[in-house]
C-alpha cells in the first residue's frame, strides 16, 4: 500500500515562507513524477509545480519565481519551497506522484490527503 503524506503547511503573513514535504512509503519500485497541486475554496485543484524523474521541472506562472520544487530520491520526498507569498496563496495543497508500486504493475497516481496553507495581508 502505498502512501503519501504531506507536512509543512500553516499560517503565515503575506511576504513570508513556508516549505512543504511530501514522503511517499510503502510498496515502491519506481517514481516518476511528483507534485503539488492546490485547491482555493470555489476553485478548482490546480497544478502548481511538478518534477521529473531527474531534474526537469515544471511551474504555474503565478508562482515562478517564488516557488522552487524539489525532490531527494533516496528519501522518496519532494518539496515545495515557497516564499514571498500572497494571499491568493492560500488553498489546500495536494502532492501527487506517479508511483509503480510492484514489478508486475504499470504506474499509478497517488494523492495525498492535503495541508493547510493560509497566507494573511
Known amino acids: 500500500q502505498v502512501q503519501l503524506v504531506e507536512s509543512g503547511g500553516g499560517s503565515v503573513q503575506a511576504g513570508g515562507s513556508l516549505r512543504l514535504s511530501c514522503a511517499a512509503s510503502?510498496?515502491?519500485?519506481?517514481?516518476?513524477?511528483m507534485g503539488w497541486y492546490r485547491e482555493a475554496p470555489g476553485k478548482q485543484r490546480e497544478l502548481v509545480a511538478a518534477i521529473i524523474s531527474g531534474s526537469s521541472t515544471n511551474y504555474a506562472n503565478s508562482v515562478k519565481g517564488r516557488f522552487t520544487i524539489s525532490r531527494d530520491n533516496s528519501k522518496n520526498t519532494v518539496y515545495l519551497e515557497m516564499n514571498s507569498l500572497k494571499p491568493e496563496d492560500t488553498a489546500v495543497y495536494y502532492c501527487n506522484a506517479i508511483i509503480r508500486p510492484n514489478r508486475e504493475d504499470p504506474n499509478y497516481l497517488y494523492w495525498g490527503q492535503g495541508t493547510q496553507v493560509t497566507v494573511s495581508s
Open positions: 510503502g510498496s515502491i519500485i519506481s517514481i516518476n513524477a
